[in-house]
């Protein structure tokens, strides 16, 4: 199954309960999915920093002195902050593939979460509520954020395999759904010379959106062609800097309910997840149509794009 | 009238009160409050009672059901009145996917739209749409009646049997072996009753018939060598 999450809001002043209200949304859809959580969350950035979020299976020695050898080595500047097994390193923007490429060639232990402006993302194995909890994500604040608890059904119950997955600078995926043509997929993309770690068929959606990206697409475009590329179930919510969109494959048997009002837009796997939302009874409920891609943004006005059959 | 305060009191002391109505109970008119999207609200019930759910309902809403009338006022979540055998479950928003699906008699009325897979396998159900339905609608229909006051989307009544479909507006496509069939005077006569019982605003003559072309699902002695 998989429970879904997203809150993207209009209503500044309600961005210090972003986390709250993520968090009680999350929690909601724990059956339908208890096996790992995460949450992306998009909480502000400083001019010219970003930040990278680690994961360590053993934090006291994989993050001791980290931020030391990291600035020694990128000679810059390192904000270091952990929060139990996640680390996250705020740096200056054009430090970050020196960064990257440090991290990897000596700390090939630590996986990186995120990298972004305002992107962050934290995800283990566990219960929404517990993991929600190690995380703090309850104090968080934001613009916009997404959710995702997992049921996992093509690879197994880990760190790497909980979303959200990140796809690019700022960008995230998370889904609902199995892909059957993963394996291919994985094999294709390989031979492209991406880089794919697990055996998770979300890994590779997430994977293929990236090199569709890089390859020059939009996002948008790299969703729509996600319809003709991706075989399978899949409700997928993806995250950018400044929005969220969300698409569905064409069956649309993986459920999806939207709420907008004038101070957010909701999404969740069930109506469940949306009942406690500020003015949700005066909200416009609707299910998104299948094969179809939809962004809200704070930048520019929602659009909604049917995919020519 | 009895009423019920689902968050409070929780799903199981529910759906065992409503199974513990008998056929002459007293306690006629029951309504639930808070449902708040819980699943399988009022499942299984049978007994002559009506139940008033106030707000929107999650899956299965009404699954089973044998004599009530469900009253959702809001939207129902996906598998309403999955499997209903007689009885009324009556929708004022929206209705979500595979509404009905495999019910077996009873009237469904939506007053908002309805999902993908409405009437999915649908057994002899009539089900009432005041709005729109989604994709892949009374697939494998084998009987009942599919009225749809506003448009239908992609492969209507796919591979269906011998339910009868019924749409005021357009059709996006039809699924296979699903033709469009003459209006007779025994169909006006069915949506006018129909209309009349479920409340939705259209006329019988503004409807167009769609149903089996049977070819699928008949033996054809020419296609004797393909077996």
């Known amino acids: ?309 | 009238m009895q009423s019920f305060d689902l968050e409070a009191q929780g799903l199981r002391a529910l759906n065992s009160v409503l199974h513990d109505q008998a056929a002459n109970t007293n306690q006629t008119v029951w309504e639930i409050n808070n449902p708040k999207g819980s699943h399988a609200i009022a499942v299984g019930l049978d007994a002559p009672i009506e139940v008033n759910v106030k707000g929107s309902t999650g899956y299965y809403c009404g699954g089973m059901n044998k004599q009530a009338t469900i009253h959702v006022h809001g939207s129902a979540g996906p598998g309403t009145g999955e499997n209903m055998m007689s009885g009324k479950i009556v929708i004022e928003g929206d209705a979500s996917q595979y509404l009905g699906a495999t019910a077996h008699g009873g009237l469904i009325v939506v007053k908002g739209n309805a999902s993908s897979r409405c009437g999915i396998s649908m057994k002899g159900v009539n089900i009432v749409v005041q709005g729109n339905i989604g994709h892949m609608s009374a697939f494998m229909g084998q009987s009942g009646n599919l009225v749809v006051c506003g448009d239908a989307g992609d492969a209507l009544g796919d591979s269906c049997y011998e339910a009868r479909f019924f749409v005021r507006g357009s059709v996006k496509s039809l699924g296979a072996d699903c033709e469009k069939k003459e209006m007779r005077a025994e169909h006006l006569e069915f949506l006018k009753e129909i209309i009349a019982e479920s409340g939705v605003d259209a006329k019988p003559e503004e409807f167009t018939r769609y149903g089996s072309a049977r070819t699928l699902y008949n033996f054809d002695v020419d296609n004797a060598g393909a077996y």
């Open chain 1, 1 to 309: 199954m998989c429970g879904i999450v997203g809150l993207f809001l209009k209503d500044k002043s309600l961005e210090p309960q972003l986390g709250e209200m993520l968090t009680d949304m999350l929690v909601t859809m724990t059956d339908r999915g208890p096996d790992s959580a995460g949450i992306a969350i998009y909480g502000g950035e400083t001019e010219g920093k970003v930040k990278l979020t680690l994961q360590s299976d053993t934090p006291e020695s994989g993050f001791a002195k980290l931020d030391n050898a990291l600035r020694k080595a990128i000679k810059g500047k390192v904000d270091m902050s952990v929060i139990d097994t996640h680390a996250r390193l705020e740096i200056q923007a054009d430090q970050m593939a020196e960064a990257q490429a440090f991290l990897k060639a000596n700390h090939p232990d630590l996986r990186m979460m995120s990298h972004g402006e305002s992107l962050e993302i934290y995800k283990e194995v566990g219960l929404p509520k517990n993991v929600a909890e190690r995380f703090d994500v309850r104090k968080m604040s934001g613009s916009h954020g997404i959710g995702h608890t997992r049921m996992a059904t093509e690879s197994a119950v880990t760190t790497m395999g909980a979303h959200p997955f990140n796809t690019g600078l700022d960008q995230c995926l998370v889904h609902n759904g199995s892909l059957s043509n993963h394996n291919s997929l994985r094999r294709s993309l390989r031979r492209l010379g991406v880089h794919i770690e697990t055996e998770n068929d979300t890994e590779v959606g997430a994977a293929y959106l990236t090199w569709k990206m890089q390859e020059g697409a939009t996002l948008g475009e790299a969703l729509e062609s996600s319809l003709d590329d991706l075989d399978g179930f899949f409700t997928f919510v993806v995250g950018t800097k400044d929005g969220f969109g969300v698409v569905r494959d064409p069956i649309a048997c993986k459920p999806a309910v939207m709420a907008e009002t004038d101070q957010f837009v909701a999404f969740g796997s069930e109506y469940r997840a949306l009942v406690n939302l500020p003015g949700i009874d005066n909200a416009r409920v609707w299910e998104p149509e299948p094969a179809t891609v939809y962004f809200w943004s704070h930048t520019s006005a929602p659009t909604a794009q049917e995919k020519a059959a």
